[in-house]
C-alpha cells in the first residue's frame, strides 16, 4: 500500500472514497466535520452512528464521494492500540467493497498528539491491509482486491516522514508473515538463506551464511543433532548491520527458524502438527526487524543470527536418550526430540556471544505449548537475567502493541534439567512450567551477557483474526525488535 498526503482543503471527485473517523458518543459529531467534508454533514444522518471503537459504515452518496464512516470509541479510551484497531475495520469495509484507494481524514483528538494520531491509523490500516492468497487461483479465489493508494489529508508538518517509517515496519511485518505462511517446501533453510542473502544489497548490511561443513567444523552438535533426520541441510545465517560505525556496541536478536517441526521421534500428533510450517516465525521476526532497522537507517549496530533446520522423522533421525555436544561443550541427554528449539537456540546464542559479543542477546522463538495455554494468542511470555533489558522490551511492547510479560528465572527450577549420563537434559523432570524451563535452559548458553528470551508461541500465529493481525501468521515480533532496537542506547 502506498501512503501519500495531502493538505486540507483541497476538493474531492466523485469517485473518491472518504475514510471519516468519529469518536462514540460526541453529540456536535455533525460540527466536528471539517469544513472540506461539509457535504457530508449535510447529506449524512450522523445521529444512527454510534462511533464505537471498530464500527464501520459504507455510505455511498449519489454524485458525491462515498464515505465510509469509522468509530474510535469514547475519547477517554482512545490510545494508538485502539486506533489500529478502529482503523483495521476500515481495511475490512475496503476489502468487501472492492475499494483500492482511499482518502483518509485523520481525527483530532484533545488528549493525543496529531503526529501519533496519524501514526497509529496509518499502521492499523496497512497491518490489516493484508491476505495471503499465493495458493488461490483465480477461479478458487476470493476475487477481492487489496487498498493500494491512501492519501491522508493532514496539516502535520511531519506526516511524510511518519508515513514513511509506517510503510517501512508495516511492510516489513506483512513480508515476514508471507515468509511463515510459505510452505516448508519452499520456506526451508535454504529458501530463508537466500531471503537473507538479498538484505545485503541494502547499505551498512551485511549477510553470511553457514552452510552443514562449517556447522560441522565450528561443532554446532545441537543444531547438527535435530537435523539428523532431514535431507535438507541446515544453515547458520548471521546478518550485520552498521548503522553506527562510531560504536562498537551490538543489539543481536536470535531467531528459532525450526522450517518444519514434525517433533521427531517423539512425533506430534494430528491437530498439533498442521501449523508446524510456522516453527520458523522468530527467525524470520530476526531478519525482517534488521531489515527495516536497515532501511529505516537506524543509527545503531545489529546482529540478527538464525539456525534453520528441519525437524524431521527419518532412519537417520536423533533419538530420545541420544547425547550431544554443544557449540559451548555442554553435553546434552535428549529427553524429548519435540524440545527441539532450545537446542538449535543454545548453540546459536552460545555462538552470538562467544564470537560476535554483542552488548546484548534477545532470542525470539516459538518454543513452548506451554506458553499457548498460559497466554493465548494475546501476549508473549518472556524471561530476563537483566532488568534494564526487560524494561526495555517491556516499554516497546507496550508501544507497540505488541505485549509481552514476564515468568520467572528462579533458580530452583534449574535442578529439573538434571539428567544421568549429561552435563543436563533437554526436557524437565517435571511435567510443569513449561515456558519458564525452555528458559531454564537456554540460560545455560549464556555465559556473561545481558540476555532475554522471548517465547512467541502464542502470538505468533492467530487461529482467528484479532484487529489488525490476521489469522494465520501475525508477524509478532517485528514491531517489537525495532521499536527495542530505536529505543536502545548502542
Ligand atoms: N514448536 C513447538 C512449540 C509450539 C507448540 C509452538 C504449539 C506453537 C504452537 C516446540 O518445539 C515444542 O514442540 N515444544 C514442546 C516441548 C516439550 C517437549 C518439552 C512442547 O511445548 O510441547
Ligand atoms: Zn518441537
Ligand atoms: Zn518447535
Redesign the pocket.
Known sequence: MNLTTRTTGSGFKKSDTVVLFLPEQDKKRAHAVPAALKFIADSIDLSHFKGKSAETAFIPLAGKPAVILCGIGKEKDIDAESLRRSAAGVSGICRDKSITGIIVIPPELKGMAGALVLESIAEGLFLSNYSYDKYKTGRNGNGKSLVKHAIFLTGEKKAPAILKKVEIISRNTLLCRDLINEISEKSDPLGIAREARTLARLPGVTCTVYGRKEIQKMKMGLLLAVNQGSRRPPALVVLTYRGNPRSKKFFSIIGKG?TF?S?GMNLKPSGHIED?RT?MAGAAAALFSLKAVAELKLPKNMYAVLPLTENMLSNDSYRPGDVFTAYDGTTVEIG?T????RLILADALAFTEKRLKPECLVDIA?????C?VTFGEIVAGYLTTDDDLGRLLEEAGAATGEVIWRLPLHKDYEENLKSDIADISN?SAEKNS?TIMGGIFLKKFVKTGKWAHLDI?GTARNSKPRGYRPKNATGFGVRLIVETVGRWKG
Open positions: 525450526i517441526d517433533g508446524m516453527d524429548n519435540d524440545a527441539e528449539g516459538t518454543l513452548t505449548g506451554a499457548v526436557v513449561g508461541a
